[in-house]
């Protein structure tokens, strides 16, 4: 038996919407294949991890929590990727956009003042884009790879944050701990409603969501993002610079990733400590892919993901299941979505022994 | 038996109703052919007909869907190139089956038994291209090969297994008249050793010269057999076309105005390794010329387009001037703004993103200079799909782009109809200057003569034409002055009525202007001498 | 005192030179797998479980290799049989691989591991001073430059390698000469696959003989930036896979010595080295055109 491919006339519009659809489906359907062969009861275990998160107020706060950084990061890489250009450093840039937004608070603990919060914003994203700017300058300049420089950053940013922690930022009335002092109430991003501890970062989630959508579907911009994404030659045919592109799009979602950075620490932390982040950085790669690179899709793909964290966390209490269950089912989707969207392109015939013709999928 | 009747001798190889579905579209559709031994048999046919389907399966790259085929009286299949091989079949691509990166001997090895070494490879590949005037260095590496020598590649590694039957794709489109001469030659001996060559061809004139009898296809259908010498081109190209091509018009001796586009000692280095440097070119077009640029595959036309369109602009202002202003070192959009157009060779990921709509492909090519008619919102500059919407209709209307859908994706259409729309896209603006490379590069014969009448008109209407083209029946068609591109190195322009195949053939030779003309008659002796 | 800073040298190299020589040859065929991590840190969780399930590392090390070269099975499929974007579906890999390792080695998180002993040369381990270092290796060791030679032979000498750099050149041509490309592809990935799972197993069961989460720690990228850096010839993965040891070794001691710069920072050292190495070498475009497989990362899909 072979499987063979058949270019379709034209990209399947039904495709493109059932492919993270039927991506999800296959990913509970394997997912409940483990939690069967770890002993537990499968579609019991599906309910404890997908449903009961979202049976209660506070742990719908949590859901808009983690989503807010996810999707944060993801439109920005949506832009990336849309672009060609694969900035996979999305956590490298959230944790430096952390640290720069954190200096105020850190190093001004005395200053009370409403001008604070925005500044440490803005500082955050001036963080995030600028070390997003080194993998552009390294591929404008000297033509190398963004993909591994912006990797390799992650862990530099990772260990800096680590010493600052540990070294001149640490609170000395910290017992020891390796934490700064804890941000001033005015440096602390307020919630949104009073029943839950869903912050503002939720909102600059769904403002950067549709404002980019916007750009890729009405603005030139946007057309220049597809255009240099599909052929650079062509781009350049346009009169559109694919040198400007690395910048524009590094630096949004630098940017974007420094804010999620910033806002994760200032609303949902308090305080800077080693590890700011169960890897969204990279969980957010997933959310970009899931959907489908489109800004308006990835704020379902980010809630998606965000409840594969909540349902870990619950898994792990109900079913003593361990957390790391989260990371196999975010990979399992991404893997899948990637399967699903050959389907687009593509008709998918399996061919059996001899020269009969099945056709699988229309 | 009567002398009119079919091949004498049991055919090499004859085929039976052998048709090629992909999905619902039959590319080849009962397809019959006979070849005999010691024949040079032609298979006539546009664009799209079926050719490279058909030979594709005679060579076991595609498998048929029906039909069977008879090799000296056996019906076989043939599964894959290597059982081709071993049956006697050889093939030479259209575009070429070798690798860049690896040595001639390398490349021959890869289609012969691995039980050889590369040394006796290396060997025999020198001895059998000295026996058939093909020179080769067995070490050089391809990237470094001019395309008529790569050519020679195909032909000996086809040689090397003592094939009985020889197929050859559209072999003569990317050589220069002289080198294709020479390969007639090397056909000719070939058929003198009782080998039968099935050569594939849509250049009238040379399939009446060289072929025994000639097989034409449409649509994939065989629409007719006969003996091209008894044929004229024109019976022979209404078997192809299936109806009488608008001959393209021209009145002679226009009156030329002022210079619309001036290249002065343009020199331009390679930008990557396999690219060709330019050096030294000039010219100047005027308003209601038609310049054509001719001259083989790789000498420099790329890069040529790319320095007038300003994609990659050059180091010197001064070296290009359009409408009188100095524009080396301006973007391909500050130059449509003085009312160039462009149109490069490559159709999709270069002139059209292929998965984007027409629409969207308008956009691409017109978005600064119709700035004002396609985006509003100021800095934000939103798109207006309304206006390009119906720009694009205005566009297929005008050229006759023959679509499915509104606003199908430019990948959609067939290449005759997309050049149509790639090239409407520009004259849509009435440009002052417009650049095309390679205007009909494969092109239906009817879209082809659309798009050269198009060019002689925006000519006469008063704008300047440049024309790089390695057709030379197209550069006679739209001229009015013509150029020959060598090794990056552009001749004098010359009036089109006073040149001649034969001249052109030795100026795309590399034999250069610096020469006199007397040396150059001289040199076209020598030239049939070797 | 030397000879000790050697051996860690060797035994810190020993995985990136393993685990790039694989993506190399997976690039030679004109496949990306940016999965190196992924598939290394499952060679080193199934290594170090069926370990610790046999008690012996060499069953344990082919269980590594067979949790690489099956990891990679998904990889190929994805992008060989279904086409899907090389870059994201590498990138996937090595999400799940993280992930799912961390799953299986949660059990064996603390447990004291069985290490691969040192295979001692006769006569050969006499010699002064070089003996030791090069002939008292454990089996990797050997391994790795046994695969230095053997792949070098195979990709310049060997037919079927040649058939292998053709298809990396320009797939089109090598299916139209009749060459298998999708299934000669596979075996690359896998190839790079059981390379980069006995890479993973040498880090569990030699360099550092537990498990631990993450444990590959960047070396699966660093790998792959070191085939960028060889220009994908096998002997320069050798010699710059020993740079890298080298700066890793180097680092460790001067964090030992104190020599008061911040530990963290010294730590991050290797991944600038990276960084560094990459500019330098893709600085100068016409080697890096000129080397580079033609056909990386383009999708290949059969007219049949």
Known sequence: MRIELEKRARVSTLFSIISPLLALLLTLVFGAVMFWFLGKPPLGSLYVYFIEPLLEVWSLHELAVKAAPLILIAVGLSICYRSNNWNIGAEGQFTIGAITGSILPVLYPEWHSWAILPLMMIMGMIGGAAYAAIPALLKTRFNTNEILTSLMLVYIAGLFLDWLVRGPWRDPKGYNFPVTKSFQVEAVLPEILDSGRAHWAFIFALVAAVALWFMMRFMLKGFQVSVLGQSERAGRFAGFSARRMVWFSMLLSGALAGLAGISEVSGSIGHLQPAISPGYGFTAIIVAFLGRLNPLGIIASGLVLALTYLGGEAAQVALEISDKAARVFQGMLLFFVLSCDTLIHYRIRLVLAGNQTKEVKA | ?530 | MFEAILLTVITASTPLVIAALGELVTERSGVLNLGVEGMMIMGAVCAFATTQMTGSPYIGLLAGIAGGAAFSLLFGFLTLTLVANQVATGLALTILGLGLSGQLGEMFVGKPGIKLQPIVIPLLSDIPFFGRVLFAQDLTFYLSVALVIGINWFLFKSRTGLKMRAIGDNHGSAHALGINVIRTRYLAVMFGGACAGLAGAQLSLVYTPQWVENMSAGRGWIALALVVFASWRPWRVLAGGYLFGAVTIGQLHAQAFGIGVPSQLLSALPYAATIVVLIIISHNRRTTLINTPASLGKPFVPDR
């Open chain 2, 1 to 530: 038996m009567t002398l009119s009747e079919g091949p004498v001798a049991a055919p090499l190889l004859s085929v039976r109703g052998l048709t090629k579905l992909f999905g619902s579209f039959a590319a080849c559709n009962a397809i019959d052919l006979d070849i005999a031994p010691g024949e040079i048999h032609a298979l006539l046919g546009e664009n799209g007909a079926g050719k490279s389907t058909l030979v594709k399966m005679l060579f076991g790259v595609l498998q048929p869907s029906a039909g069977q085929i008879v090799w000296q009286g056996q019906p076989v299949t043939i599964g894959s190139p290597g059982e081709a091989r071993n049956l006697g079949v050889g093939m030479v691509f259209q575009h070429f089956s070798l690798f860049e990166a690896l040595t001639v001997a390398e490349n021959i090895a890869l289609s012969l038994d691995p039980r050889i070494s590369l040394s006796k490879i290396s060997d025999e590949a020198a001895t059998l291209s000295k026996a058939y005037g093909l020179p080769l260095d067995p070490k050089a590496h391809v990237a470094d090969l001019s395309v008529g020598e790569r050519q020679r590649i195909e032909i000996v590694r086809a040689l090397l297994q003592n094939p009985k039957l020889i197929i050859l794709d559209e072999p003569t489109s990317v050589l220069t008249p002289q080198e294709a001469d020479r390969l007639f030659e090397t056909l000719f001996k070939l058929k003198a050793e009782g080998r039968s060559v099935l050569y594939i061809s849509h250049r009238l004139e040379e399939v009446r010269r060289i072929c025994d009898r000639a097989t034409v296809l449409r649509h994939g259908k065989v629409t007719g057999a006969c003996d091209p010498k008894q044929e004229t081109p024109a019976s022979l190209a209404r078997m192809m076309v299936g109806s009488d091509v608008a001959e393209v018009l021209r009145d002679g001796g226009a009156a030329l105005g002022d210079i619309r586009i001036e290249v002065n000692n343009l020199s331009v280095t390679a930008r990557t390794p396999f690219a060709v440097a330019l050096k030294n070119v000039s010219m100047k077009v005027r308003a209601g010329e038609v310049l054509a640029i001719a001259g083989v595959a790789g000498n420099g036309q790329g890069e040529l387009f790319d320095a007038l369109s300003g994609e990659y602009p050059v180091a010197e202002d001064e070296a290009i001037r359009i409408r009188g202003k100095a524009v080396g070192r301006t973007g391909i959009n500050g130059r449509r703004l003085l009312g160039a157009g462009f149109v490069p060779e490559e159709r999709h990921g270069h002139a059209a993103v292929s998965a984007m709509a027409l629409s969207d492909n308008l956009l691409l090519a017109r978005s600064q200079s119709d700035k004002k008619a396609f985006l509003a919102g100021g800095a934000f500059s939103v798109i207006r799909f309304d206006a390009i919407r119906s720009a694009t209709k205005r566009i297929c209307e005008a050229m006759d782009v023959r679509k499915s859908g509104e606003d199908p994706q430019a990948g959609s259409l067939s290449g005759g109809n997309l050049q149509k729309f790639i090239v409407g896209r520009e004259l849509d603006r009435q440009p002052s200057v417009l650049i095309v490379n390679q205007p009909t590069w494969g092109v239906d014969a009817g879209a082809a003569s659309r798009i050269r009448q198009a060019l002689i008109d925006l000519a006469r209407s008063g704008s300047a034409v440049v024309v790089i083209s390695q057709d030379l029946d197209e550069i006679f068609e739209v001229a009015t002055n013509i150029a020959v591109i060598s090794e990056g190195r552009l001749s004098e322009p010359h009036p089109a009525e006073t040149l001649t195949l034969e001249r052109i053939g030795l100026l795309m030779g590399g034999i250069h202007e610096s020469q006199s003309i007397a040396e150059n008659a001289s040199g076209a002796e020598a030239a049939h001498a070797h």
